[in-house]
């Protein structure tokens, strides 16, 4: 396991050989689209385990379970994630923490329908502190999940990434930047079995997602 940032082409991290993941038939994590999981899924997958699909969940916590119960696959988590330590422990004697790595987030923003500054903000738990601390919040799945919501009329502003709110066609008002990142890899404490093995991905895989995508997320 070696920690480094992802995004330098000149790191120690992205000259290390991907073999000993080729076990991995899937990458499970924070759906939907759009999210800096997914992102950082992909980047991972590409220099870890080319041969991955990618299965998208509503919470990290589905996303676990679902790698508990299959020796196969592994489940990509965010540092920031608030309920992590749960999710650790719940699992603890089934999964383990395989890899970590730091990776920049997409720009961070806050968003409007309008344009004017919004008073009930979607937002994710782990960004909500972007947000001034009297207005109102309602609590989405994720940070693509809540740029949805707002568009679908469901609250006029939120925190967001870049990515997601252009996705919607929503106004920046603030843009607090690229966020350096920590991302795990959790997966079983026993997968040797599992090289040659058949696996299927859940149906929360978004059909023609690839970890070789090299398409803006």
């Not at 920031?80 to 890899?99: N, R, T």
């Not at 994720?142 to 929503?170: P, Y």
């Amino acid at each position: 396991m070696d920690v480094a940032l992802m995004d330098d082409p000149d790191d120690r991290y992205s000259k290390k050989a991907s073999d000993s993941y080729d076990w991995v038939r899937a990458i499970h994590t924070l759906g939907p689209a759009g999210t800096n999981c997914e992102k950082a899924a992909l980047k991972w997958a590409a220099l870890k385990c080319r041969n991955a699909e990618l299965a998208l969940h509503g919470s990290m916590e589905l996303a676990a379970e679902q790698v508990a119960a299959c020796g196969c696959s592994v489940l990509l988590s965010v540092v920031a994630y608030p309920q992590l330590h749960s999710i650790i422990y719940e699992h603890i004697a089934h999964l383990g923490l395989l890899d970590v790595f730091i990776m920049m987030t997409d720009d961070m923003v806050l968003a409007s329908v309008t344009g004017e500054m919004p008073t009930l903000c979607q937002t994710h738990p782990a960004p909500e502190k972007l947000l001034p601390p009297e207005m109102k919040r309602i609590y989405a799945a994720s940070n693509a999940h809540a740029a949805a919501e707002v568009a679908a009329g469901r609250g006029d502003g939120c925190i967001t990434t870049l990515a997601a709110a252009e996705k919607h066609g929503l106004h920046v008002l603030r843009a607090f930047g690229q966020v350096p990142m920590g991302f795990t890899i959790h997966g079983p404490l026993k997968h040797s079995g599992c090289r040659d093995a058949t696996f299927e991905v859940s149906a929360s895989t978004p059909k023609g997602v690839s970890p070789n995508d090299t398409a803006r997320v």
